[in-house]
């Protein structure tokens, strides 16, 4: 028999709501699991996947989280890992650099033995890049055989990936698929193997209400699934509905009710009443011991989605007209393809970029010089007619009622150019926003807020990050901004691997 803990989805690094207790929350969960595994004995630690929150995690994460590994392996209990798409790049992985250390070993197709069963891993594919896949696998001569895998899978909710076409396309047969990437557990029997999604460890989003773990699974005669969960910081919902007469007292109240201490406290007002202060609810709420309050006053958000209405006629020809009249040089042209229109990934097009404009740089300079004349071709009659195809449109959550912002495809890249993904963004197409904001992932969480502090991110970062509480998507692709920030600015610690190395 061998058993094993499956795990994943661990974000470590994710510095959630600007808060550096957040960022040590995410760690320290992986380090119980890694408790437990010890405590266990168990056989081996699988994860699958978004080990850190970002590709170019900070010098305290890293080192954190080879401390963890140490215990893992100073107990020797391999950990067994594969790339989730927050991870993805081109080149070297941080879990080569591990692996090189002795601390984990990269799944991949050639079976790796623990007890008896084969372990193969397949990191996150692209979308686009999925239908050449051929799900070639070595043999192998174990009892049994697990594919370790991130993505959305089929058949749960928002799934994008058949896991029954892979199961009976692959060259070997599977007993199980131990999934990453979704941070809700789940699990199906799809083509006689267990499918079975671990969860996240860590709440990455105000959406996962339930309490965070990861499965045990046996493998023996039969496989075997099993759930344990592990504490983390308590999350506190306080919901106020507002009479004609109430105000920020009757909120006040309410958050009496709770023990908040420590907590992270995330407020919804509905109803009708007074108006209220946010950032005077956040200072009450911090004052009675919380550690993060965020506030959403939904009154104004069904305001705003009665007011407001956006559609699009023909996005792309909107902003292919758009780009026309610019007057970009050549090279920028091509960037705009490599980024708006391109099959690369969200999640590699800043190094395909810097690979591009490399290249472009050594071949030839000129590609650089503005195009002349091309920017002032565009007649009054053009202009019109470019702004009658963008009219516009927001509808209602039918089940909240908040608003649902449509992002224009001439601030967002089109769907060629990104991947919808992850429970992290699989929802993510959508986010609700106060008073109305857009996001656009290539696999991420969206929270929103209504609070006077306001900050942006990065156009595959969540909505957590602006400081929200409700959320429509999970975490994939959320702080990336702030982690793309401290890189370029040289703070928090962050590096690329080629730096560390």
Known sequence: MTRVIHTGDTHIGYRQYHSPERR????????RVVEDAIEDDVDAVVHAGDLFHDRRPGLIDLHGTISVLRKLRRADIPFLAIVGNHESTHGQQWLDLFETLGLATRLGPSPVLVGDTAFYGLDHVPLSKRDELEYEFDEHDADAAALVAHGLFQPFEFGNWDAEEVLTEASIEFDAMLLGDNHKPQREEVADAWVTYCGSTERASASERDDRGYNIVHFSDDVTITRRGIQTRDFVYVSVTLGEDDGIDRVRDAIREYDVEDSVVLISIEGEGKDVTPARVEEFALEAGALVARITDRREIEAEADELSVSFADPDDAVRQRVREMGLS??????????????????NVRAAVEDHVS??????????????????????????????DISGSVSSD???????????????????????????????????????????????????????????????????ETGSTDDTASADDTGDAEAEADAADGTDGQVSMEDYL
Do not use: C, N
Not at 330 to 347: F, G, I, N, T
Not at 431 to 448: F, L
């Open 24 to 31: 040590d929350d995410f760690l320290a969960a992986f380090d």
């Open 330 to 347: 050549e090279a920028a042209h091509e960037l705009d393809e490599l980024v708006r229109a391109s099959k690369v990934a969200d999640s």
């Open 359 to 388: 290249t472009r740089i050594a071949d030839d300079v000129e590609a650089f010089e503005p195009m002349e004349g091309e920017g002032s071709e565009s007649t009054d009659e053009e202009s019109e007619t470019d702004g009658s």
């Open 398 to 464: 039918p089940e909240d009622g908040t608003a649902v912002a449509v992002e224009s495809a001439a601030d967002s890249p089109t769907d060629d150019g990104f991947e919808a993904g992850s429970q992290d963004s699989a929802e993510g197409s959508i986010a609700e926003s106060q008073p109305v904001e857009s996001t656009a992932d290539g696999e991420s969480t969206a929270d929103t807020e209504s609070t006077a502090e306001t900050e942006s991110t990065d156009d595959t970062a969540s909505a957590d």
